[in-house]
């Protein structure tokens, strides 16, 4: 042995378990807590205003349309005072019912600070299911703009111990928000003026519930999907990589992110943290308005927006929509998009990029990563492969595809026995890791479906690609089983679609005496052609003239004003299928 070798091997039994004395055992993970931190994304922004504090965190047109720009210490000042008001008053529970506006935003990190939890809530529902959440909740408080403060007439009466704090959004700062801010303030001072120190931007338990976000409940009551302050934490860094938060155009001077994806949808996929991680200026838009969107993506160098697809559909064809000189980061989600629509975007550099998630993973868990070989692909090829699911996110395990029940496949089931990877087989796609919520909040049998064989269920059917990439191809009440073929309601929708005037396409499955189910489509047009295509005369191009198979032509076709939806963007496909039984044209509140 050479004594080079002789020295390296001497060195090596420095490190080996056996060279160590009995007396001094091996220090067990995180024996030295203080070295480690509880995980909470409200260290964001104080953490923002200490390295940046003039950076520009708000923009905003208010109510009363002034445009109101906050820098970093300004808006890191109003959510510490928030937090102290809280703490004062000891508010422990407290309710957001507001548009995107910065103190929507202010009150994400307020709340956070005060150690409370954050119930932010959707206000395009009936007043009915907004008292049921805040009730469910226990809410002891709700900051609420005053545009929405009527849907709040029938939980006050009945809750009358609860605190409303009213925000006017206005350049005044003179509202009933803007006067609790400014108590919280002084309280601060009077108490001994510690500023953030005396905060909870690092949580004592990094696994309690930090916020409540509840589904869409458009079939059932909404459920209140608790997360918790590490998942938070975890799904906002995720999202700083999968959505390139840290690059930007050469116009922008850091991240400039529209807010078209409403904050109280999913916590706004975690966003708010993850834009002020990186610093970035937040555009808050009180309302989706293709006009100004378009301006602020021509005049403000927006880098980044989210959308779900039919945001995205109504934006590219708007009269003012131009190819834009940089390409601005599109992340693409809540329903799956079509080829097509990929292909418009990337016309007008607005870059697409595909992820796929529920309120019950924190928004994204899986993304479209785009490789280079596709470049050489044909180009519905290319933008097909890119509209897939995907694989998991940095902050997930695998995404996985396993059968269903054979007894119902509406009902998850517990063995997890994994599809082939032919993309041919379809499965209901599950997730572990990080990114799964802890539970459903008061309600131990749906967490306990949601579960079931030690992983998260979608309800979303699916095909594995060999190289990994989930696809959908719909929710199991979505198939379409005529003569005993499958149909994916998504495939059908994405071949209608490419027809020049029909602008959207949903489709759902009406009975029939030969083949048990045909499906039928709903179609809006492209602004222009209202009333110049018949539904006679896209049956007529679907069967002669396109690539649908003929056992998919849809038997009917009805051309509707606009397609019923969610406030996030998703098809009511339940609507669609009562009218298509006959039922009253009417669309309920989402």
Request: charged share 25%.
């Amino acid at each position: 042995m050479s004594s080079a070798l002789r020295r390296l091997t001497s060195l090596a039994a420095h490190f080996s378990p056996s060279s160590s004395s009995s007396s001094s055992p091996t220090p067990q993970p995180y024996e030295h807590k203080h070295n480690i931190h509880q995980l909470s994304p409200t260290v964001f922004l104080p953490r923002a205003a200490a390295i940046e504090p003039e950076a520009c965190a708000i923009y905003h047109v208010t109510a009363n349309k002034a445009i109101l720009r906050r820098s970093y210490a300004e808006a890191a000042d109003r959510a510490r005072g928030l937090a102290y008001y809280l703490r004062k008053h000891g508010h422990a529970r407290v309710g957001i019912l507001a548009p995107n506006t910065p103190a929507f935003l202010e009150a994400i990190y307020g709340v956070g600070a005060a150690g409370a939890v954050n119930v932010a809530i959707n206000y395009r529902l009936k007043e009915d299911d907004i008292s049921y959440i805040f009730d469910h909740a226990e809410v002891d408080s709700i900051i609420v703009d005053a545009e929405f403060e009527h849907l709040l007439g029938g939980f006050a009466k009945s809750h009358p111990g609860v605190k409303l704090i009213v925000d006017t959004d206005t350049d005044a700062d003179e509202g009933p928000f803007d006067r609790a801010v400014l108590e919280g303030l002084e309280f601060d001072k009077e108490t001994g003026g510690r500023g953030w120190d005396g905060l909870e931007t690092e949580t004592a338990r990094e696994e309690e519930m930090m916020a409540l976000s509840y589904t869409s409940g458009t079939t059932a009551r909404p459920k209140g999907v608790v997360y918790t302050h590490r998942g938070a934490y975890l799904a906002a860094l995720g999202n700083i990589v999968e959505s390139g938060l840290n690059s930007h155009n050469s116009k922008a001077d850091r991240c400039h992110y529209l807010w078209t994806l409403p904050m109280f949808h999913a916590m706004g996929w975690t966003f708010p943290w993850a834009v002020t991680a990186v610093r970035g200026t937040h555009y808050c838009l009180r309302k989706i308005d293709y006009p100004e969107i378009w301006r602020l993506l021509k005049d403000e160098a927006i880098s980044h927006f989210n959308a779900a697809p039919t945001v995205n559909i109504l934006l590219c064809a708007d009269p003012n929509a131009e190819r834009l000189p940089e390409p601005v980061r599109v992340t693409v989600a809540a329903s799956p998009p079509t080829a097509h629509l990929f292909e418009t975007m990337e016309g007008l550099n607005l870059a697409p990029v595909h992820v796929y998630g529920l309120t019950e993973t924190y928004g994204p868990i899986t993304k479209g990563y785009f490789k280079p070989s596709w470049r050489d692909l044909e180009v519905k090829e290319k933008f097909g492969r890119m509209a897939r699911q995907g694989h998991g996110s940095v902050m997930s395990l695998p995404v996985r595809v396993v059968k269903t029940s054979e007894d119902d496949p509406d009902e998850p089931s517990g063995d997890l026995i994994e599809v082939k990877r032919d993309g041919k087989e379809i499965g209901e796609i599950i997730f572990t890791g990080n990114l799964c919520a802890k539970e459903y909040y008061k309600n131990p049998d749906a967490t306990r479906k949601l579960f079931l064989g030690g992983a998260m269920h979608s309800g979303d059917l699916a095909v594995w690609h060999p190289d990994g990439a989930i696809q959908i191809l719909d929710r199991a009440k979505d198939i379409i089983i005529s003569g005993g073929e499958n149909i994916s309601s998504l495939a059908l929708e994405s071949l209608l679609v490419t027809h020049p005037d029909i602008l959207e396409a949903a489709c759902v499955a009406v009975k029939d005496e030969k083949w048990g189910e045909t499906p039928k489509a709903f179609i809006t047009l492209k602004s222009g052609r209202e009333g110049q295509l018949s539904g006679e005369e896209v049956i007529e191009w679907a069967k002669n003239k396109s690539g649908i198979s003929r056992f998919m032509v849809p038997r009917e076709v009805e051309v509707l004003p606009e397609l019923p939806k969610t406030s996030t963007g998703k098809l009511r496909k339940n609507i669609l299928r009562d009218w298509a039984k006959g039922g009253k044209r009417e669309i309920p509140a989402s």
